[in-house]
């Protein structure tokens, strides 16, 4: 069933109902028939929204520019309440309306109608200033200095001196930029190696940013209004023929990316990433290398956006397979682990090892906590094996293996230890470690358990099952422990407590434990187990079930 006018409460959840009556309907209008369009107000911010219902008033297309998953938001449902209850007022005007409006137009006097519209203008200083603008003929003389008085006297005369601009206000805004806008921009569509057109574009832009710093506003309109313009340069950049002027028009963004402020135009870096895309080894290559020869002239890290100067250009770099060329222009970043992983990880596939390894070093030596070596020691690591280094491998693996537990590391470091006291005391070391992280890490339990099986230490084993050792690792040293001390296993394992009741929650759990409960029953006679387990409850003071008893539990109340 569609959902109408009609049948609405019939199709819409209640709740959903009650969260959209909450919204505020603004500025409804029909822009075409049965079209409707306003903006809708949740709590301070306000949203986009499109309604369009057939003649049965039936939904047909909907749209609305919050980033809500649902196929039916809440600002969309607030909009069609609003017109089922209420209506639109039609932007198109009632036509009995119209036709009165016709003919005082018409039958008014002209020095009349003059006058009323002067005193509307001066009350209306945004009116005024869109006027002034439509019937003006100075287009072709724009300065970037007009450019920006008319940008900025935009704004004031909508809000004059508030610091801070309402929903609506910033669409009055918008409306007069788009208006007063419109010739200096298209001017430069039509021409974009034109340096003046440039120019008056700039300085659109930099007053937008100066207009960010002295106001605020919890509308996006602002900065979605500035991304249209960018991506009709990126439009109007696409039907260039010649790729000099593909680089001349993409230059002078470029040139103006640092200046002498301490702000970077962002909005500039990110434009030209999109314009160059992935294809620099082609049409964007003279650009690429025109952009890293001014980093490189400057220190990015006096910006306020350094961090994103980098970061942008490297991956600008790297997306088209430049690297190599440039490979030394990058360094990298304090606590930035997400760029830095990428940059040296670029270097060790380029073949710059020493490099690799040095950056390697210098963050290591900055970190303030030990876990943050592990990327870096991970890279060192690689470092080596391809150097094919068994001594840096085997120092590299010491600082490496507390944060692993990797078996194989552990034998090819112990092997390289000399000194027989050397190798009792690092080995004493490293299982202290694993021991004390057991309780929560796998990797750490595992290696006690691998270390204690390589020195056939099966009934010391059993001492390391604690309430976290997982049933896995139980069952693939089971037998041999039971071998080695059949008494002790038996009751270590049904004293066990386990965090968890809901074994069947896990299927190879289940299984494993199983497997348990058969190798038991190989080992030791029903009575023995009876009897172990009933010590165990006797002397259990835990709440947390055995999940091995509470298997066999449910094993004999299902038979």
């Known amino acids: 069933m569609e959902?109408?006018?009609?049948?609405?409460?019939?199709?819409?959840p209640g709740n959903?109902?009650?969260?959209?009556?909450?919204?505020?309907?603004?500025?409804?209008?029909e822009i075409e028939k049965y079209k409707y369009q306003a903006y809708v107000d949740e709590n301070d911010v306000s949203f986009d929204v499109t309604i369009l219902l057939n003649d049965k008033k039936e939904l047909l297309h909907h749209n609305c520019d919050c980033k809500s998953k649902a196929a039916f938001c809440q600002h969309k449902i607030a909009l069609f309440l609003y017109i089922a209850k209420k209506g639109a007022k039609k932007s198109a005007g009632n036509p009995k309306k119209s036709d009165k409006l016709d003919m005082l137009v018409n039958e008014v006097d002209i020095a009349d109608l003059r006058k009323w519209i002067k005193e509307l203008l001066i009350k209306n200083k945004?009116?005024?200033?869109?006027?002034?603008?439509?019937?003006?003929?100075?287009?072709?003389?724009?300065?970037?200095?007009?450019?920006?008085?008319?940008?900025?006297?935009?704004?004031?005369?909508?809000?004059k001196n508030k610091r801070k601009i309402e929903v609506g206000e910033v669409k009055k805004i918008i409306d007069l930029w788009t208006e007063i806008h419109l010739p200096i921009v298209e001017k430069y569509y039509s021409n974009l190696t034109d340096v003046k057109s440039f120019e008056?574009?700039?300085?659109?832009?930099?007053?937008?940013?100066?207009?960010?710093?002295?106001?605020?506003?919890?509308?996006?309109?602002?900065?979605?209004?500035?991304?249209?313009?960018?991506?009709?340069?990126?439009?109007?950049?696409?039907?260039?023929?010649?790729?000099?002027?593909?680089?001349?028009?993409?230059?002078?963004?470029?040139?103006?990316?640092?200046?002498?402020?301490?702000?970077?135009?962002?909005?500039?870096?990110?434009?030209?990433?999109?314009?160059?895309?992935?294809?620099?080894?082609?049409?964007?290559?003279?650009?690429?290398?025109?952009?890293?020869?001014?980093?490189?002239?400057?220190?990015?890290?006096?910006?306020?956006?350094?961090?994103?100067?980098?970061?942008?250009?490297?991956?600008?770099?790297?997306?088209?397979?430049?690297?190599?060329?440039?490979?030394?222009?990058?360094?990298?970043?304090?606590?930035?682990?997400?760029?830095?992983?990428?940059?040296?990880?670029?270097?060790?596939?380029?073949?710059?090892?020493?490099?690799?390894?040095?950056?390697?070093?210098?963050?290591?030596?900055?970190?303030?906590?030990?876990?943050?070596?592990?990327?870096?020691?991970?890279?060192?690591?690689?470092?080596?094996?391809?150097e094919k280094d068994e001594n840096k491998l085997a120092e590299v693996l010491k600082y490496l293996f507390p944060n692993t537990f990797d078996f194989d590391d552990y034998l090819f470091i112990y092997s390289r230890i000399e000194n027989e006291e050397e190798k009792k005391k690092w080995r004493s070391k490293v299982l202290s470690r694993a021991r004390q992280l057991a309780n929560y890490n796998t990797d750490a339990m595992r290696f006690s358990f691998k270390l204690m099986e390589l020195d056939n230490k099966y009934g010391k084993m059993i001492d390391y099952i604690n309430d976290n050792t997982s049933y896995n690792i139980i069952f693939e040293y089971a037998e041999r422990m039971i071998l080695a001390d059949k008494k002790e296993f038996l009751k270590t394992i049904f004293n066990k407590t386990d965090h968890t009741y809901y074994m069947d929650e896990d299927r190879e759990?289940?299984?494993?434990?199983?497997?348990?409960?058969?190798?038991?029953?190989?080992?030791?006679?029903e009575s023995e187990i009876k009897k172990s387990i009933d010590n165990a409850s006797k002397s259990s003071w835990s709440y947390r079930t055995n999940m091995l008893i509470a298997f066999m539990a449910d094993t004999r109340i299902q038979k």
């Open 3 to 12: 959902l109408s006018i009609d049948n609405y409460k019939n199709i819409l």
């Open 16 to 29: 959903l109902v009650k969260r959209s009556e909450k919204c505020i309907v603004r500025e409804c209008d």
């Open 126 to 159: 945004d009116m005024e200033l869109a006027f002034v603008h439509h019937f003006s003929n100075q287009t072709s003389k724009h300065t970037p200095q007009d450019v920006k008085k008319l940008t900025l006297d935009a704004v004031k005369a909508v809000i």
């Open 200 to 386: 008056n574009f700039n300085a659109l832009v930099e007053s937008y940013e100066e207009i960010q710093r002295k106001v605020s506003s919890s509308s996006n309109k602002m900065i979605k209004y500035l991304e249209s313009l960018f991506a009709k340069v990126l439009t109007a950049l696409n039907e260039l023929q010649h790729e000099d002027d593909w680089n001349l028009a993409l230059g002078y963004f470029a040139d103006l990316i640092d200046g002498e402020s301490y702000n970077l135009r962002i909005h500039y870096l990110s434009f030209l990433e999109k314009a160059i895309g992935c294809d620099g080894t082609l049409k964007g290559k003279d650009l690429i290398d025109k952009l890293v020869k001014r980093y490189i002239k400057c220190d990015p890290t006096k910006f306020y956006d350094g961090k994103i100067y980098t970061e942008t250009l490297f991956n600008i770099v790297v997306n088209n397979d430049l690297f190599a060329v440039y490979h030394k222009v990058f360094k990298p970043i304090t606590f930035n682990n997400d760029y830095n992983e990428l940059l040296i990880d670029n270097l060790i596939n380029c073949g710059h090892l020493q490099l690799a390894e040095k950056y390697c070093r210098e963050q290591i030596k900055n970190n303030s906590r030990e876990e943050y070596n592990l990327l870096y020691l991970q890279f060192m690591k690689k470092i080596a094996f391809l």
């Open 509 to 525: 759990v289940t299984e494993t434990i199983s497997k348990l409960l058969g190798l038991l029953k190989k080992y030791y006679t």
